[in-house]
């Protein structure tokens, strides 16, 4: 039973650059929600991705957006890359979209560096 | 100030010490509450949930107290493998299944 599975690991990229990361749910799961965790801080809300459609959004840039697959995966986009948007980006999958809370079960997470 | 709220320690204790993290949120209308652990340089995972009656998990002890928005954690019998950062999170009425997450207590259990 596959886990959520997170590509790549390690990214670096240079200011102004675009990004693209992947997730791939967790086998039976069907809403995908995305993290920006920077170093020593917990983990913050970006969005959550069901049926296709972001139903929840944090408190982040329109730099940042997402899309959600008929197969359930997803990316994460992250345009004109600041310093600032350094940190690991985790996915997280669970079942039934926004009905109440449901586990979330967490990916490895991508290590993104901005020279 | 922040939603979620906890020392960031690092708490440092001997094998076998009991150890209690705490945490305060400031939305009220909060409706689900957990703690996670995270390993270094891993991916956050479910600990327990906290229930208002509390509840236990083994050496794991979580107690919610609704009206001063707190909740705790009290680890007995501490463990090497018990070091790590311990992760308040709140998920808020009417907010699906979104996460809150305080930034985190870390612990350090010596030999």
């Known amino acids: 039973d596959a886990g959520v599975t997170q590509s790549p690991t390690h990214l670096i990229k240079t200011r102004g650059q675009q990004v693209t990361l992947r997730c791939s749910p967790k086998?039976?799961?069907?809403?995908v929600s995305w993290y920006q965790q920077a170093l020593g801080q917990g983990p913050q809300f970006i969005f959550q991705?069901?049926?296709?459609?972001?139903?929840q959004r944090g408190n982040f840039p329109d730099r940042f957006s997402g899309h959600q697959f008929p197969n359930y995966s997803s990316e994460l986009n992250v345009n004109a890359l600041l310093l600032g948007d350094s940190a690991l980006y985790l996915c997280?999958?669970?079942?039934?979209?926004?009905?109440?809370?449901?586990?979330?079960?967490f990916g490895d997470g991508t290590r993104l560096s901005i020279l | 100030r922040k939603e979620v709220e906890q020392d960031p320690g690092p708490f440092n204790v001997p094998e076998g010490a009991t150890v209690a993290f705490n945490c305060t949120y400031s939305?009220?209308?909060?409706?689900?509450f957990f703690w996670y652990r995270q390993d270094c340089r891993k991916e956050p995972k479910l600990l327990m949930s906290?229930?208002?009656s509390g509840n236990e998990d083994g050496r794991f002890t979580a107690q919610l107290n609704r009206a001063s928005q707190y909740i705790s954690l009290l680890i007995r019998d501490s463990k090497l493998s018990d070091s790590a950062t311990y992760l308040c999170v709140v998920n808020p009425r009417n907010a699906g299944n979104m996460l809150t997450f305080g930034g985190g207590t870390r612990l350090m259990v010596k030999p």
């Open positions: 906290v229930y208002s």
């Open positions: 997280a999958s669970s079942l039934g979209g926004d009905r109440g809370h449901q586990p979330q079960h």
């Open positions: 939305n009220s209308a909060s409706q689900s």
């Open positions: 991705y069901y049926e296709e459609e972001e139903r």
């Open positions: 086998s039976g799961h069907d809403t």
